[in-house]
Every structure is written in structure tokens, then in C-alpha cells.
């Protein structure tokens, strides 16, 4: 069974960092762009960060720019994220997700992502 599990979520004050991680099992994820997406209450869910196969090419939202980092660790099957100077904005359910086509590139629109994990809250205090 292919599975995605996210952790790393928690509680954090404004200004903290957390760092979420997403491993993958059932199948390896080598050829596939990873990405993150976050869904705050009463929004769509959204893009945070993606990352293609080689792990040489990132997205970010403008949002996150310069504050969040996304890494792969192909060895391992795994995509971290890495947030920093959070934000109360940054407050969401925030999932991992993986491409459902092999390739290069690094894809940023949702409807490419066809494997997603279960989602791990992260809640951001003023």
C-alpha cells in the first residue's frame, strides 16, 4: 500500500520554526516531484513548496518565500520542510503530496498531485 505520513506539526509561537517531514513507503518517490500544500480554515488548499525529482529545482509560494525551505532525502524516501519566522497566517492543516507523473519538472499545480498523506496541523500564536 503506497503511503504518505506526515509529522513534525505541532504548536508554535509566532516567530518559531518547525519542521515538518512526509516518508513515503509502499513505492519509492526518486522520479517524482514532492510537494507541500497547507489548507487554513475556510480556504482552498494551497501550495507551499515543491520540489522536483533531483531535488535541484524548488518552488515556493510568495508567501513562504525566504522563510520556508523544502529538501528531499531520496535515500530515505523522504521530503522535509522546513519553516522558519512562522507566521499566525502560516496556521493550516499541511499535506504532502506526490506527483503522479515521473519526470524533471517541478510541478506546482494541485491536479498533478495524485498520492497525498493524511495532513499534520500546524497552529501558529500571536
Known amino acids: 500500500q503506497v503511503q504518505l505520513v506526515e509529522s513534525g506539526g505541532g504548536l508554535v509561537q509566532a516567530g518559531g520554526s518547525l519542521r515538518l517531514s512526509c516518508a513515503a513507503s509502499?513505492?519509492?518517490?526518486?522520479?517524482?516531484?514532492m510537494g507541500w500544500f497547507r489548507q487554513a480554515p475556510g480556504k482552498e488548499r494551497e501550495i507551499v513548496a515543491a520540489i522536483n525529482s533531483s531535488g535541484g529545482s524548488t518552488y515556493y509560494a510568495d508567501s513562504v518565500k525566504g522563510r520556508f525551505t523544502i529538501s528531499r532525502g531520496n535515500a530515505k524516501n523522504t521530503v522535509e520542510l522546513q519553516m522558519n519566522s512562522l507566521k499566525p497566517e502560516d496556521t493550516a492543516v499541511y499535506y504532502c503530496a506526490a506527483d503522479q507523473t515521473p519526470g524533471w519538472g517541478t510541478s506546482v499545480r494541485e491536479v498533478d498531485y495524485g498520492i497525498w498523506g493524511q495532513g499534520t496541523q500546524v497552529t501558529v500564536s500571536s
Open positions: 509502499g513505492r519509492t518517490f526518486i522520479n517524482y516531484s
